[in-house]
């Protein structure tokens, strides 16, 4: 089977194109969610650096086996049950052993998750994204890969050696080739191709959030309201490394 190689452009690559039209008129169409941004963006409850520290915070005490700070209690069920305000939004990888909860002690209410097979956003993954940011005043995005990745696995061994997958399993894969073959020219001496796609990977999603059009991301990036960041997940050590800041 032969597969089209997709474009680069990252706007394309993201379908933010699409994208754009979609997330606004969800956002005109209901006068709920132009209230809430409205509230929550005059008020946002921390910075995206401090939101960052929070999961940096987080994930050390997940790496030390420290008792589990998630609040999952009755009473904070019940403090949420009619709105929500989370401080993070996690694009993170369907893979089992990467809940994005887990890895940061996250409880209810705090954690925004988009995730699929590599960690790449479509269309609906990235309005998800965007109604996080209007809707909910969430101030930060995180990227999340991770070692071993089955997805970026499958992609690089097709680049490497045209391997074929079935058409479903195709679809998984196909956005994030551009990445895998970006990391191949730009390998180097490292040896490792796959890990240094996972990162690269990373790196094209980021990009592609940060270089955005659609104001309803890029509006509040310019103004620093929100914030953009890629991490990797290290299945041995349970160790995120925000390695792209920004
Ligand atoms: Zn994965």
Not at 158 to 180: E, F, G, H, W, Y
Not at 205 to 225: C, M, Y
């Amino acid at each position: 089977m032969k597969i089209e190689m997709p474009t680069t452009d990252r706007r394309t690559m993201l379908g933010l194109t699409a994208l754009t039209a979609g997330a606004a008129i969800a956002a005109a169409s209901s006068p709920a969610i132009a209230a809430d941004d409205a509230k929550t963006m005059a008020k946002p409850a921390m910075t995206p650096d401090q939101a960052l520290a929070k999961l940096i915070d987080g994930n050390r005490r997940f790496v030390a086996d420290q008792i589990p700070v998630a609040d999952i209690s009755t009473k904070r069920r019940l403090e949420i049950a009619k709105s929500q305000a989370p401080f993070a939004v996690l694009v993170g990888c369907a893979d089992s052993r990467v809940g994005p909860e887990h890895l940061f002690g996250g409880g209810l209410g705090e954690l925004f998750i988009v995730r699929t097979a590599g960690n790449y956003v479509d269309d609906a993954g990235y309005g998800s994204i965007a109604y996080a940011i209007a809707a909910l005043g969430t101030p930060l995005i995180v990227v999340l890969g991770h070692e071993r990745c089955g997805a970026v696995d499958a992609a690089t061994k097709l680049v490497t050696n045209n391997s074929q997958l079935p058409p479903s399993l195709t679809r998984m894969v196909k956005p994030i080739l551009p990445a895998v073959i970006d990391a191949r020219a730009t390998l180097g001496t490292k040896t490792d191709l796959v890990d240094h796609a996972i990162h690269m990977n990373v790196r094209h999603v980021v990009r592609g959030l940060r270089e955005t059009s659609d104001p309803i991301l890029a509006e509040p990036l310019k103004a620093g309201k929100v914030k953009v960041v890629g991490a990797y997940y290290d299945l041995d050590t349970g160790e995120v490394d925000f390695f792209d800041r920004g």
